[in-house]
C-alpha cells in the first residue's frame, strides 16, 4: 500500500530532474536550478499543509515550517552557488519530512479515499 505513494514519488520525482536536466543542458543552468528549488519549496510547503490540515499541535506545525525555511534556504543558496546545496536539500527532504508524509497517508486511509486514490494510478 505504501509502495503505490514511494512509486508516485519515485516517478514524479525522475520527471522533474529529466526536465531539469533537459533545461540546464539546452536553456541555461540557472533554469534547471530554479526549476528544482521552486518545488523544493513546494515540497516543503506541502508538509505544512498536511500538518495543518490534520490539526497538529502549534508546535509540530512550527517544526514544518522550519523545515520548508530550511529547505528554502538550501535551495537559494544552490540557485548561484554551489548546486550541491539543492541536491542536499533534497536529500535530506524524505527523512525530516516522513513523519508528515506518514500523516498525510494516515489521513487518507482513515478517510476511506483510499480506493479513490489508487483508481487514479
Do not use: T
Amino acid at each position: 500500500m505504501i509502495g503505490v505513494y514511494l512509486v508516485g514519488g519515485l516517478v514524479n520525482a525522475a520527471v522533474l530532474v529529466v526536465k531539469a536536466f533537459l533545461l540546464s543542458r539546452f536553456v541555461g543552468d540557472i533554469y534547471g536550478r530554479s526549476l528544482l528549488v521552486i518545488f523544493l519549496f513546494i515540497a516543503g510547503g506541502a508538509y505544512v499543509g498536511f500538518a495543518v490540515g490534520e490539526g497538529v499541535s502549534p508546535m509540530w506545525a512550527l517544526a514544518e515550517l522550519a523545515h520548508v525555511v530550511i529547505f528554502g534556504a538550501m535551495g537559494l543558496l544552490g540557485l548561484r552557488g554551489s548546486p550541491y546545496w539543492i541536491a542536499a536539500g533534497w536529500a535530506l527532504h524524505p527523512p525530516l519530512g516522513r513523519r508528515s508524509s506518514l500523516l498525510w497517508a494516515w489521513q487518507i486511509i482513515r478517510s476511506g479515499k483510499l480506493g479513490d486514490l489508487v483508481r487514479q494510478f
